[in-house]
């Protein structure tokens, strides 16, 4: 995984938690278990109901256990995206 993960470092990208939540941010690094620090971090919160709504927090470690899916983030598809008036069932937590 630490092969992989070096190739994002410094790229924005999404990750989701086992959990349920969506986070995005800069990969600022990560360590042998996979713990994760992100850069210029938010929180996406998706609902049927409400548009998406976006949480600032900033500088975020994120330990590996938790990580159900990390990906490089395409900044031009993401721009492109009507977050605004996205209505959308809140995924599910993993069991793992």
Known sequence: MSDQLRSLV???VFVYLTDGRT????????????????G??????FSSTEAMKTVPIGVYVI???T????GEL???LDEQ???????VEPL???ML
């Open 10 to 12: 410094d790229h924005p």
């Open 23 to 38: 986070l995005v941010g800069q990969l600022m690094g990560y360590d042998q278990a996979a713990n994760v620090i992100l």
């Open 40 to 45: 210029k971090t938010h929180e996406r919160i």
């Open 63 to 65: 330990r590996g256990e």
């Open 67 to 70: 990580i159900a899916l990390i």
């Open 74 to 76: 395409d900044e031009e």
């Open 81 to 87: 995206a009507d977050y605004d008036n996205m209505m």
């Open 92 to 94: 599910d937590p993993v």
